[in-house]
């Protein structure tokens, strides 16, 4: 079964801190790999994704997200938190289909400190 | 920059009642899913839908759901027989006809069953 965890509920950061957010997932082969943060009453809108190849993927917003095969992660990194990052992220996993059906995780809360 | 559309943005409706969710997909875009997210947990996959067909379907899918699209533009989620726990936020989401492509989600309608 697909299973995509996401540890950390909530998370809270001071602005102009460093970020992590972690993700795991669980699945035979390497997945598609899926950022996306929603805003209070906003949809969810892509980061940044992994398909191949190079394992370091920048995304929007300053985001960017390592995979790692050997620990099945694809954790969310950013150097310095803007207040404008208060959201909610979520992982999700592809199982790489055409018709990608989307794994979620729970999605991590962060609360950015003025 | 195109986007998915979901009408309407909030929907309250009486237990036992049929609602029906719209959405407008990005225009060139040939997959179509729905998903549903419930208070507090996890965004969950409905449904997937391509070439006016059910692709998959999850668990959750039972008869009491159904999908359409009526024209050119329209995908919607008709659910016979609202029940309390179908109160959620449910997001429409597109995507490209080929490899290696990401979903693009609306801003969700949030439907409240009472």
């Known amino acids: 079964a697909q299973s995509v965890t996401q540890p950390d509920i909530h998370i809270t950061v001071s602005e102009g801190a460093s970020l992590e957010l972690r993700c795991n997932y669980s699945y035979g082969a390497t997945p598609y790999l899926f950022w996306y943060v929603q805003s209070p009453g906003q949809g969810l809108q892509l980061l940044l994704k992994?398909?191949?190849?190079?394992?370091l993927v920048q995304g929007i917003k300053g985001f960017e997200a390592e995979f790692k095969r050997s620990q099945s992660s694809f954790n969310l990194r950013k150097p310095s938190v803007h207040w404008s990052d208060a959201a909610e992220y979520f992982c999700?996993?592809?199982?790489?289909?055409?018709?990608?059906?989307?794994?979620f995780g729970r999605g991590t809360q962060l609360t950015v400190w003025p | 920059e195109p986007e998915v559309t979901q009408t309407p943005s909030h929907q309250v409706t009486q237990m036992g009642q049929e609602v029906i969710l719209r959405c407008v997909p990005i225009s060139n875009h040939l997959y179509f899913y729905w998903y549903r997210q419930i208070l507090g947990q996890k965004v969950e996959f409905l449904v997937s839908f391509y070439n006016n067909e059910i692709s998959e379907k999850s668990e959750i899918f039972d008869d009491q759901f159904s999908v359409e699209r009526p024209d050119g533009s329209n995908f919607t989620l008709k659910i016979r027989s609202t029940k309390l726990e179908d109160s959620a936020m449910y997001f429409c989401a597109s995507s490209e006809p080929m490899w290696q492509t990401e979903a693009f989600f609306g801003q969700g309608t949030r439907l409240t069953v009472v």
């Open positions: 992994y398909f191949s190849g190079d394992t």
């Open positions: 999700a996993v592809d199982r790489g289909s055409t018709l990608g059906r989307l794994y």
